[in-house]
Nanobody, 119 residues
Framework: QVQLVESGGGLVQPGGSLRLSCVASGSIIRINTMGWYRQAPGQQRELVATITSGGATNYGDFVKGRFTISRDNDKNTVYLQMNSLKPEDTAVYYC?????????????WGQGTQVTVSS
């Protein structure tokens, strides 16, 4: 069984900052790409940022220059530092990890953490 647990969400004023964390646990052989996605009510889930096991990053167009993704492979953890937050950043943020298990590999999702940016 694999579990991803996000934390760090909350209420913040426009221009403020938050740091999200996601910890993976289970019978993990290794974790390949990890990432963050977000979804507002009634809207499609969209890419925020991804990071490979080697540290290569990719960002969604709306967060470039404001958000930074990083990871700690020894801790099976991925982070998302969010600066200069805007009201349109309000969403549930989901952690994603492509995990190799003894029986194969598959993508896994966390339950999400709410980020609310007041106007």
């Amino acid at each position: 069984q694999v579990q991803l647990v996000e934390s760090g969400g909350g209420l913040v004023q426009p221009g403020g900052s938050l740091r999200l964390s996601c910890v993976a646990s289970g019978s993990i052989i290794r974790i390949n790409t990890m990432g963050w996605y977000r979804q507002a009510p009634g809207q499609q889930r969209e890419l925020v940022a991804t990071i490979t096991s080697g540290g290569a990053t990719n960002y969604g167009d709306f967060v470039k220059g404001r958000f930074t993704i990083s990871r700690d492979n020894d801790k099976n953890t991925v982070y998302l530092q969010m600066n200069s937050l805007k009201p349109e950043d309000t969403a549930v943020y989901y952690c994603n990890a492509n995990i190799v298990l003894p029986g194969g590999h598959a993508p896994y999702w966390g339950q999400g953490t709410q980020v609310t940016v007041s106007s």
